[in-house]
């Protein structure tokens, strides 16, 4: 499989409220889906590194999600916990194409 | 990079402390060295009192054990003593010879115990009272002798002899001054001393001069004789009569030493590369022979090791305590008094309590306290910190927990205290770094709290107050501090000072705020943006928009969050009252969503627990019942009893009453939750003495009491007004509660805003007068005309997508 076939459409840029999330569902641990301020886009597993809390529920602030269990700021950017605790959310590669969004599952 | 050679000659409590500094503040910089001429590792010898008397071991008292040596990586030399310096070649050369190079060279060679140089003084039997050598020489002592002598009656000797008599020997004290522990205590204190000291058996001979100490054939002291040719008998006798620095090993080596090493505000002696701490050191002409100075120094000597070079040393205000179980004796700075300065004294001498406080251009100068030293501390503080006493002169004598109003309960001393005050005098410990410690590490016992912050671990009297902060810390997780300072750390600003430009500017956007107070954040953080959200929408009631991104997930979802991601879903019981239909359709509810657990709440309502976020809007519509709002900083219930309409007891139609004001209340946002009870008589079944509006029924009309909070930190709520009919309980309910919605901080609960703003002032703006009162109901009433039901908004369609999945992937 190319990575130019393993994009998914996901949903238009308007239906993520700004510094809001949505959540994908997925077999394999679903993904929250989260939009800035400025309109970037970023994918992350909606699991905190700490206690698994749903990241999608959080609150955005910048590029940083904060979880809505025990208040772990998480880098959107990075999945990186903001020290001084430690640990990462995986990341799932986006993409914004005319408005779209699309999410790279493959990866 | 080749790291430092760093030395300590001195493996005891101040030389080890400075490393201990150092390696929290520079853990990589140096290979550490330390010699001790001991053979143990570094022991808590302020403690060897307690081993003497039997109270504690040993092992009990070793500070930081050889294992704590290897885990830093230093290279501990135990029974290694220093004879030489060299400080061309750089280098320390032990006794045996071998030398050892240093870059820089820490000095804490501590103190020896003074001897008198009287004949006798070298016989078998008579020694000093220094390490636990000596402890152990007057344990086994005590198993085969009867009659000590100690001569000293200072802080040691007491100790000494106190603990000499515990293992039960006959024991006499010697003493030069005329009372004891003249250089703690003034006369008074000291004869009170002495009376209880003497009730336990130790005798006294007060201005004596010892001569000559006698030993018999085999070279054992036998007795002892005075300058009045009086002798007594003695077959163990310690000498306590003062300690002289030890700095032979740095005068030898050329070190500028007058009556100890003399160094610089930076523990710097006159060799730049020797630093030096603890006993053997002069500062500013002054030698400390007590330990808290000792941690001051090694704080300052750390940092400057670190080449940090912050912080000097100024010397030290000392306080006294006596370690001897039961005896309670406090004294700090000019206790003594004198012709320029005021005493304040109280003295019960039948009930064994004396306290005198000196006072000098209105600042306390001076504290001797005898029998009731719990305000020893906050004396000491006052001492330490200059402060013009004013008005505090008039209750100063009666303590810290007369001062001010604090709470019906009088909130306890731990809570008072700000997070600079020190704690632990012994380790320089404030209360801000054990608060820290606690939440930090999540500590949750007395013990763990001393193995990382060394509070109360060494002579322990502030075990009490160690605990208390514990207790507070971890009971009152959910209760914020104080807001004096800024919101976050997206700004400077305080939450009055946002809130007032809000007010002042008619703020009405999220963005306006952040704009006109120059936040830092281009949109705040998950702290500020709630308080924010919260501050527009009372502020400017139906003209700022609310932002739900900026709302804590259970205000979005308006259910709460569980720990699995699940939401609990409480529906709207007014006054705890529901019925057949309601009940049935809870029933079916619970049987088709599959929900896991059905509980009754504390609050007289029904909870579904484990409602999946995507059934939630169903959930609601099938239920067809109002929000309950048990997930909002908002008004929570209003709990009720049955009251008259069936209890026998009742006065009123408590009932009613709850489900009117509820009925008033709904929708209420409020800067934490609110929880009213209505009981109908003063048995008060709905315990409305612990909610934030309390209402009672009496015969006569109902008792309006404000401020409770059932929370893990109990607090009574206090009686604002008694009224006669149910219009004038919603009235002024409902003002005070509009008060508190516009002027308390976020996440502050109705106790915290009257601790801040005091009940009188309350009283003042909700009972007494009149047209604000009115003012302020017809505020609230105006905030909540209109205002949907956010579950049947939701029902409606409003924030669909809050509640739907993008797409589901297999």
Known sequence: ?107 | MKKSKLVVVGNGMAGIRTIEELLVIAPDMYDITVFGNEPHPNYNRILLSPVLSGEQAFKDIVLNPVSWYQDAGIDLRMGCEISKIDRVQRMVIDSDGNSTPYDRLLLATGSSPFILPIPGKDLKGVISYRDIRDTETMIDTALTKRHAVVIGGGLLGLEAANGLKMRGMDVTVVHLGDWLLERQLDTTAGKLLQQSLEERGLRFLLGQTTSEIIGNDIGEVSAVRFKSGEIIPAELVVMAVGIRPNYALAEAAGIYCNRGIVVSDALQSYDPRIYAVGECVSHRGIAYGLVAPLFEQAKVCANHLAQMGIGRYQGSVLSTKLKVTGIDLFSAGDFMGGDQSEEIVLSDPAGGIYKKLVIKDDQLVGACLYGDTTDGSWYFKLLKEGRKLGELRDHIMFGESSVGDVGVQGQSRASAMQDSDEVCGCNGVCKGTIVKTIKDKGLFTLDDVRKHTKASSSCGSCTGLVEQILLNTVGSSFQETPKTKAICGCTDRNHGEVRKAIRDHKLLTHKAVYDFLEWRTPNGCASCRPAVNYYLLSTWPHEALDDPQSRFINERAHANIQKDGTFSVIPQMKGGVTNSSELRRIADVADKYQIPMVKVTGGQRIDLLGVKKEDLVNVWAELGMNSGHAYGKSIRTVKTCVGMEFCRFGTQNSTQMGIALETMLANMWSPHKVKLAVSGCPRNCAEAGIKDVGVIAVDSGWELYVGGNGGIKTEVAQFLVKVSTAEDVKEYAGAFLQLYREEAYYLDRTVHYIARVGLEYIKQRVVTDTANRKALHERLLYALEGLPDPWAARVKGAQRREFIPLKVIA
């Open chain 1, 1 to 107: 499989m190319t990575t130019q076939n393993s994009w998914t459409p996901l949903c238009a840029v308007e239906d993520i409220p700004p510094l809001g999330s949505r959540l994908v569902e997925r077999a394999s641990g679903n993904i929250a889906v989260f939009r800035t301020a400025d309109d970037k886009i970023f994918a992350l597993l909606d699991r905190c590194p700490h206690k698994a809390g749903p990241l999608s529920q959080g609150i955005v602030h910048g590029e940083t999600v904060t979880c809505p269990l025990h208040s772990w700021q998480i880098d959107l950017q990075s999945g990186e916990a903001k020290a001084p605790d430690i640990g990462c959310a995986r990341r799932f590669p986006v993409k914004v194409d005319a408005g779209h969004v699309y999410l790279e599952l493959a990866y």
